[in-house]
């Protein structure tokens, strides 16, 4: 447990149903220090409105968090779609409902656990020093720069954290049946051995024949298919932060400056390793309970001054924190703020090789070894070069940036006729790009500023087509403006019909052929379940529900809902772009052992649906009881979204 409340780090199990619950963000700086909210309401929660701008903040955190696990590729667009809006929304209700219930229930966490939280945040975890000062100063620049004064953001992070544990109590509450555990177990271990018998959609081509009256009648009703949209040849030019970055130059002695008068920045905090026997006991445990968990650690305690050099197989024998315990009680190197505080300020007490007292946290009794110790120090110049390099053309490009795009703003609307003096001015190239339409092009790539929704509508205004003007400059992205003009328009049309009857006919051909594949298929089944054979049919094939081998995935949920009690069993199934298929069921083998292993992880992963599920279930009791409303048209909801609903 401590080792993993250190690391951070959790294995995710795949779970057996999939739930569509509110999804609550990580709570560091930027979940706190996010714009106030101004502006109409998109709901209503308890009385209070949730505005344009809390919504736009939380889709930002979004944005963000899939960014660090997908990788800056991600399009934003995957978030303006109504059911992601409706998640958006949703997620901030959930917020919002929990937010009202702390304050109805006077909920409340200790000040030394808001300040463990705080501390912990990587914005302000780098303002500690070698001697692990907190900059004080810098701390209030960070707040001012957010909006923030210091009662506010403790106020915000004692929020979260109360929400935190509302979100996971009820969940990790919830209890399985053994017989569930048991039947389930028993249903994914299943093998079930199936031949295959195709019927290919190519393999009735040949009987298909589609007049020329057929491929007109085709034509003539799905005009749509055949519309080419309106395009433009564009001619664009881009003004970007990161490249005036790259493109600047910074002298030795700016290098030295910096990094005399920002030592803190590169200050690297004394680490120790540690060791550590944990006896657990509950947070709410009874002094009694209290008192026989710390004198068990006192017993533990007085094997290991007997013998020290026990330590590692004494933490095996009898340490209750599961993620350090099979590695002798090792936690790794660590610096101070990487653990709860009474455990960091006894660790941090100790003499190399040193052995503690009992240790009380919130999590039971523990009893450290300080293994390793390892003095803060500052990285030497040398060592931090390229990063000082780096974040001062980052500085004196944001500055260079900030002046210039007003200008490049100005030039190109003050010089409409052409690109050409703006891109000689900054030391552009004016760029081209063919077949521009309304529509956005995936192809295109999302950061090309052409897939930006208001500079490509800018193409297909009058003043810009009619009159050949430049668009106005765009803020296409963070430190990021272009503009663009038309080389020459090509008005939509609709393909004759001579282009595209072959094309229609292979479409004709194609699902004709594929019908009478699944016509003769359905029919082979039906026989079979008359008159069972095994004639037509491939190899047999060993499939489990996790393991379908060769099996199309599609045909793996037919295979397990057929009606095995007696044998050989049939089922069909259409297979997209295939044909049809139908499998014949030979055997059916469930084990008869229980896996000790599987039940466990499997009963884990229930108890957490099921948990989730309570959870939701509370939610939309509380919604119900503040009256949540939604103003959908607002949002641009789908029709199907239910403000009930987490």
């Known amino acids: 447990m401590f080792d993993f409340i250190r690391n951070h780090q959790r294995l995710m199990q795949l779970l057996l149903l999939i739930l569509i619950l509110p999804s609550f963000a990580l709570w560091g ?56 809006r409706a998640q958006t929304l949703q997620t901030l209700i959930s917020d919002r409902v929990l937010a009202s219930e702390i304050v109805r229930d006077k909920l409340t966490v200790s000040d030394a656990q808001v300040r463990d939280e705080v501390a912990a945040m990587p914005e302000i975890r780098r303002l500690y020093g070698a001697d692990g000062k907190l900059d004080v100063a810098a701390y209030d620049r960070l707040l001012a720069a957010s909006g923030y004064t210091r009662d506010q953001l403790l106020a915000e992070v004692r929020r979260g954290i109360l929400m935190r544990e509302i979100a ?63 395009q433009v040849k564009v001619q664009y030019v881009v003004l970007d932060q990161a490249a005036l970055a790259a493109g600047l130059t ?33 947070k709410d445990a009874s002094d009694a309970d209290k ?46 703020n990487a653990y709860v505080t009474p455990f960091s300020d006894a660790l941090f007490k100790l003499k190399q090789n040193e052995i503690s007292e009992p240790v009380q946290t919130e999590f039971g009794y523990h009893i450290i070894e300080a293994t390793g110790i390892r003095p803060g120090s500052v990285r030497a110049l040398d060592q931090v070069r390229p990063q000082i390099e780096s974040d001062l053309r980052k500085r004196l490009a944001a500055t260079r940036y900030a002046n210039g ?144 081998g060769p099996i199309p995935v599609a045909a793996v949920k037919e295979i397990f809902k057929a009606d095995v009690t007696k044998l050989p069993a049939y089922c069909g199934v259409s297979l997209p772009g295939t044909g049809y298929a139908v499998f014949r069921i030979a055997k059916v083998d469930t084990p008869a052992a229980a896996d000790p292993a599987r039940d466990a992880n499997l009963k884990e992963q229930l108890a957490r649906a099921s948990g989730e599920l309570e959870f939701s279930s509370y939610l939309e009791g509380i919604k119900k009881r503040m009256k949540v409303q939604i103003n959908e048209k607002a949002v641009e909801l789908p029709k199907t979204a239910d403000a009930s609903q987490p």
Do not use: C
């Open 291 to 336: 008192e026989k968990a710390r004198a068990r650690a006192q017993e533990i305690l007085a094997k290991l001054r007997a013998n020290p050099a026990d330590f590692p197989k004494l933490a095996k024998q009898y340490s209750e924190d599961e993620g350090s315990a099979e590695k002798g009680g090792d936690l790794d190197w660590a610096a101070a």
């Open 405 to 548: 795009a007003e200008d490049f703003r100005n030039m190109v609307y003050n010089q409409a006729d052409s690109l050409a003096p703006t891109a000689e001015k900054f030391g552009l190239k004016v760029q081209t790009q063919d077949g521009v339409t309304r529509l956005a092009n995936p192809a295109l790539g999302p950061k090309n500023p052409l897939n930006n929704d208001k500079l490509r509508a800018a193409l297909f205004t009058d003043d810009v087509l009619k009159k050949q003007h430049n668009t106005e400059a765009v803020d296409v992205a963070p430190g990021t403006v272009a503009a663009a003009r038309v080389e020459s328009y090509t008005a939509g049309y609709t393909k004759a019909l001579a282009d595209v009857s072959e094309a229609v006919r292979k479409t004709l051909v194609t699902e004709r052929a594929r019908a009478l594949a699944e016509e003769a298929g359905r029919a082979r089944l039906a026989a079979l379940e008359k008159e069972p054979g095994d004639s037509g049919f491939g190899a047999v094939v060993a499939v489990t529900r996790s393991k379908p």
């Open 168 to 230: 996971s109590t009820i969940p990790s509450s919830s209890l399985v049946p053994k017989s569930l555990v048991v039947y389930l177990g028993a249903a994914l271990g299943q093998t079930r051995e199936v031949q295959q018998q195709d019927f290919k959609t190519a393999d009735y081509v040949a009987q298909v024949k589609v007049s020329d009256d057929e491929v007109k009648k085709y034509y003539d009703t799905h005009l749509a298919e055949f519309q080419v949209p309106e």
């Open 29 to 84: 700086v930027q979940s706190y220090m996010h714009d106030r909210d101004t502006g109409a309401g998109l709901a209503q929660v308890d009385g209070q409105p949730i505005t344009d701008t809390d919504f736009e903040g939380q889709q930002r955190k979004e944005l963000e968090r899939m960014q660090r696990i997908m990788g800056s590729s991600v399009d934003p667009k995957m978030l303006d779609t109504p059911e992601a």
């Open 250 to 282: 910074v002298t030795e002695d700016e290098i030295k400056t910096y990094y005399n008068e920002n030592q803190n920045k590169f200050v690297v905090p004394e680490q120790r390793r540690a060791s550590h026997i944990l006896i657990k006991v509950a």
